[in-house]
């Protein structure tokens, strides 16, 4: 789950995996799922302000469970 406040792009490896190319108030914005490969992986998380609050935060849980963490 991104909540973000206007935009974001997140990226795997350089990919990317999912964004909001729009503007918005604080709101989240939910991927199901993403297949990773064993092994450690590169991620970004770049989010834009268009004026206001600047919200931007990453929440992952383990496929099969709803146990988010930042």
Do not use: C, K, N
Request: charge should be negative.
């Amino acid at each position: 789950i991104v909540l973000s406040d206007d935009g974001f792009d997140f990226r795997i490896d350089g990919q990317t995996v999912f964004e909001l190319d729009s503007d918005r108030g604080p709101g989240e914005s939910r991927i199901d799922f993403v297949d990773l490969t064993a092994g450690v992986h590169s991620f970004e998380l770049i989010g834009w302000e268009q004026g206001g609050q600047f919200v931007l935060e990453l929440t992952w849980a383990p496929a099969g469970t709803e146990d988010f963490a930042v």
